[in-house]
């Protein structure tokens, strides 16, 4: 498989989706507390850095920038990480533009990562990345997990345990850790 990612210190792991840097109407679709996109922006870089270290590895699921409204390169320039992005329904300027493309690590429409984590059985977790949330997905059978933005947090309880929607809406506006990941999935399971 061509798209995967192994990962052996997952320490520095982080996952996010639909920022939507530049897209002021996200504020009112989504109900976001920000006063307009200028706030919004600069309050969503501020609590990327916050938990992201320089050295971290982040996943961003999707709609990264609203169209062609921002100089991604300026943003990319003030986030924490190496950035890997799976791209989203408005992340067309992206896709269509090797410039945009060349400010993230990668670039593709779905990713699959293989976590060792001696946690888990000692073997290696498989995420399956995308930007929407999947019905069935590789190893979905098998214990693999299906990481997903796309629908701003409105499919809480209504996906399969091993899912789960890590987009800044539903996680305070900052990436979550691969070990918060782990804990919430965990609990899901615990509860179904």
């Not at 300027?93 to 493309?101: G, T």
């Not at 947090?153 to 091993?162: A, E, I, V």
């Amino acid at each position: 498989m061509k798209n995967v990612h192994k990962v052996r210190d997952y320490s520095n792991v982080f996952f996010t989706a639909d920022t939507h840097f530049g897209h002021d109407n996200i504020i009112k679709y989504c109900n976001r507390p920000f006063a307009d996109g200028e706030v919004m922006d600069r309050e969503l870089i501020r609590a990327w850095n916050e938990v992201v270290p320089p050295d971290g590895v982040v996943y961003h699921l999707g709609d990264f920038a609203y169209r062609n409204a921002v100089d991604l390169k300026e943003y990319r320039e003030q986030l924490n990480g190496y950035i890997h992005l799976i791209l989203g329904n408005h992340d067309k300027e992206i896709r269509n533009k090797a410039e945009n493309r060349a400010v993230f690590e990668s670039v593709s429409d779905m990713l699959v990562v293989n976590v060792r984590d001696p946690e888990v059985d000692g073997k290696e977790t498989c995420l399956v990345l995308g930007h929407y949330p999947y019905l069935s997905w590789f190893k979905a059978y098998f214990g693999s997990w299906n990481l997903f933005g796309h629908v701003h947090g409105t499919l809480q309880g209504k996906h399969s345990p091993n899912q789960l929607d890590v987009g800044v809406d539903v996680h305070n506006y900052a990436p979550i850790s691969y070990n918060d990941v782990k804990t919430i999935i965990t609990q899901q399971n615990m509860s179904k």
